[in-house]
Nanobody
Framework: VQLVESGGGSVQAGGSLRLSCAAS????????MSWFREAPGKEREGVAS???????TYADSVRGRFTIFKDNAKNTLYLQMNGLKSEDTAMYYC????????????????????WGQGTQVTVSS
């Protein structure tokens, strides 16, 4: 499995970015995918998760501003980020787990075994 993120960059507060995560080598139809972020000096946190059977979830800090969605035909995961704030500055990572379950989609780091290399998002105020 290979996950390749893109779309990061530098924007001013209030701006928007769309991150992409191109996935390859995934053999199973069941999936759980998530966006994490890691700011300097802070732990990696789950921002949003989506799965083929679970309920999409968001961190409280981004709910209403970020949207996670997946294009199955392109095997690509996206994170649309609007209303960006300086505290959104971080390295953003895409993650994948070949699992399927009901309930809310998990956002804990230990669930995911496959990770991309990350894309940097910098928001200036």
């Amino acid at each position: 499995v290979q996950l390749v993120e893109s779309g990061g960059g530098s924007v001013q507060a209030g701006g928007s970015l769309r991150l992409s995560c191109a996935a390859s080598g995934i053999r199973y139809s069941r999936y759980l995918m998530s966006w994490f972020r890691e700011a300097p000096g802070k732990e990696r946190e789950g921002v949003a998760s989506i799965g083929d059977y679970c309920i999409t979830t968001y961190a409280d800090s981004v709910r209403g501003r970020f949207t996670i969605f997946k294009d199955n035909a392109k095997n690509t995961l996206y994170l649309q980020m609007n209303g960006l704030k300086s505290e959104d500055t971080a390295m953003y990572y895409c993650a994948y787990a070949p699992i399927q379950y009901s309930g809310t989609c998990l956002r804990d780091r230990a669930t995911f075994g496959y990770w991309g290399q990350g894309t940097q998002v910098t928001v200036s105020s």
